[in-house]
């Protein structure tokens, strides 16, 4: 499947994004999709998943209500609302279709199929 993410952009601390990732040339339904990111410097961090058959849906810690991840499937298009922006969300996010046990967690790996990624930068 192809992923391509948008909606990134430059933002003040407190404010809001929403990111949407396209997904094109498989089947969108009845799968995991995930955000995930990375801030310079560091390594993956997982975001959110939802599963796109039954909508059940999970969050780290650190963005947890604060952040709501969603799927349309008929148009085949995951979303990451983030309110309450701060600078530790700055970031590259991703989006990725892959196994949950391969990306929810501390480590997350890159398998299956990923996006390039849309930055997100927040300032103080």
């Known amino acids: 499947v192809q992923l391509v993410e948008s909606g990134g952009g430059s933002v003040q601390s407190g404010g809001s994004l929403r990111l949407s990732c396209a997904a094109s040339?498989?089947?969108?339904?009845?799968?995991?999709m995930h955000w995930v990111r990375q801030a310079p410097g560091k390594g993956l961090e997982w975001v959110s998943s939802?599963?796109?058959?039954?909508?059940?849906?999970k969050s780290a810690d650190s963005v947890r209500g604060r952040f709501t991840i969603s799927a349309d499937n008929t148009k085949k298009m995951l979303y990451l609302q983030m309110n309450s922006l701060k600078s530790e969300d700055t970031a590259l996010y991703y989006c990725?279709?892959?196994?949950?046990?391969?990306?929810?967690?501390?480590?997350?790996?890159?398998?299956?199929?990923w996006g390039q990624g849309t930055q997100v930068t927040v300032s103080s």
């Open positions: 990725a279709k892959a196994p949950y046990e391969a990306i929810v967690g501390p480590a997350p790996r890159k398998t299956g199929d």
């Open positions: 939802i599963n796109t058959g039954d909508g059940i849906r």
């Open positions: 040339g498989s089947t969108f339904s009845n799968n995991c």
